[in-house]
């Protein structure tokens, strides 16, 4: 069977995800960050997470460089920095509160869960690369609702408002 790349693209979008913020620091030390729905849990013990980056991605190079990333799945009040972060070349910071934890790496503030990471090992995935990482330190609020996307689309969990 052939594949056809646009259906594939819109099959794969049948599977309902939450969304994440993955940021990191590039060689200055400067926060970067870029909206990714390719989060998956992997390992308890250890805790292990993966996520992955387009090959063509601006913020490749530095993810690859700095060893370490944080996760933050985003809130359904998070969707206009979703937005934001799935830009290149544009000024994702200004107004963007977080904090640093070991890692160094931005932990937005009003996510919903955050994982602190250090690289693990990377994969290649065909036209992505696979980043594995180790989870050093965590936060969780379970009052925040997550933002979905199903179908290029944002949406909510059904009976939320
Ligand atoms: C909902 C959503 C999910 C995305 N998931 C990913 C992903 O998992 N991996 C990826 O490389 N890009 C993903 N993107 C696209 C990037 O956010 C986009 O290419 C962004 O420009 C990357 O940042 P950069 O150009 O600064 O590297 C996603 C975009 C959206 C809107």
Known sequence: MTIDTKEL?????????GITIVTSLDADGEPLGITANSFSSVSLDPP????????????????????????????????????????ASVDKWSGVDFETWETGCPILTGSLASFD???????????????????????????????????????????KS
């Open 9 to 17: 693209r819109f099959a794969f979008g049948n599977f309902a995800t």
């Open 48 to 87: 292990l997470v993966l996520f992955s980056v387009d090959r063509g991605a601006y913020s490749l190079e530095a993810f690859q460089i700095s060893r370490r990333f944080a996760i933050n799945i985003l809130s359904t009040d998070q969707e206009d920095m979703s937005n934001r972060f799935a830009k």
């Open 117 to 159: 990471c250090r690289t693990w090992q990377t994969y290649d995935g065909g036209d992505h690369v696979i980043f594995v990482g180790e989870v050093e330190q965590m936060s969780l609020n379970t009052d925040l609702e997550p933002l979905l996307f199903f179908r290029g689309r944002y949406d909510r969990v059904l009976g």
